[in-house]
Nanobody, 120 residues
Framework: VQLQASGGGLVQAGGSLRLSCATS????????MAWFRQAPGKEREFVAR????????YYANSVKGRFTISRDNAENTVYLRVNSLKPEDTAVYYC??????????????WGQGTLVTVSS
């Protein structure tokens, strides 16, 4: 399984970005997909996930209503649309392939990360 994240950059507070995670093979048919992030000096935290079976989504409270995760099976790509960005959203964003049980996502594979920097 290969995961390639892209789309990060420098954006002003209130701005938007679309992060992409290109996957290999039948990853989207096999795994649930998620985004995590790691801010400087902090632990990696869950952001959002999308189910492989029915496309249902789940978000961390801190991003609910601002971020949208989606998948395009034809393009083998998972997206994270990030709107109304805040300086505290500054982090390296990682995509992951894995499994979900209730509200817990367990990653089996990680992408390399893409940096989002939000200026105030």
């Amino acid at each position: 399984v290969q995961l390639q994240a892209s789309g990060g950059g420098l954006v002003q507070a209130g701005g938007s970005l679309r992060l992409s995670c290109a996957t290999s093979g039948r990853t989207l048919n096999t795994y649930d997909m998620a985004w995590f992030r790691q801010a400087p000096g902090k632990e990696r935290e869950f952001v959002a996930r999308v189910s492989r079976s029915d496309g249902s989504t789940y978000y961390a409270n801190s991003v609910k209503g601002r971020f949208t995760i989606s998948r395009d099976n034809a393009e083998n790509t998972v997206y994270l649309r990030v709107n109304s960005l805040k300086p505290e959203d500054t982090a390296v964003y990682y995509c992951a392939a894995g499994s979900s049980e209730y509200l817990r996502f367990t990653a089996a594979y990680w992408g390399q990360g893409t940096l989002v920097t939000v200026s105030s």
